[in-house]
Nanobody, 116 residues
């Protein structure tokens, strides 16, 4: 079955950087778009970034444009999110997502906390 395992979260000061990674298995990775969503305390899950199956097309939430970069390695079945210039508002649980034929699959999430 589809498995998505995130890693790389943690505590970082404002202005710092983190790199999240997601290891995928159980499906043909290079056949599907991948992405990241996040959920802050007391809020709903929101879109962060998406990358096409061939890694050529990207989409970002306005709140992270110019600071976050999504990438994928189809040889290793991984997708990454490089987060720079982090702000306290970026504090959330970050979820890896696989978009497969109209169904979204989620990882278990990794906590990112931005605080001084």
């Amino acid at each position: 079955q589809v498995q998505l395992v995130e890693s790389g979260g943690g505590l970082v000061q404002p202005g710092g950087s983190l790199r999240l990674s997601c290891a995928a298995s159980g499906f043909t990775f290079n056949s599907d778009d991948m992405g990241w969503h996040r959920q802050a305390p007391g809020k709903g899950r929101e879109f962060v970034a998406r990358i096409s199956r061939n890694g050529i097309s990207f989409d970002y939430a306005d709140s992270v444009k110019g600071r976050f970069t999504i990438s994928r390695d189809n040889a290793k079945n991984t997708v990454a999110l490089q987060m720079n210039s982090l702000k306290p508002d970026d504090t959330a649980i970050y979820y890896c997502a696989a978009f497969r034929a109209g169904v979204t699959y989620w990882g278990q999430g990794t906590q990112v906390t931005v605080s001084s």
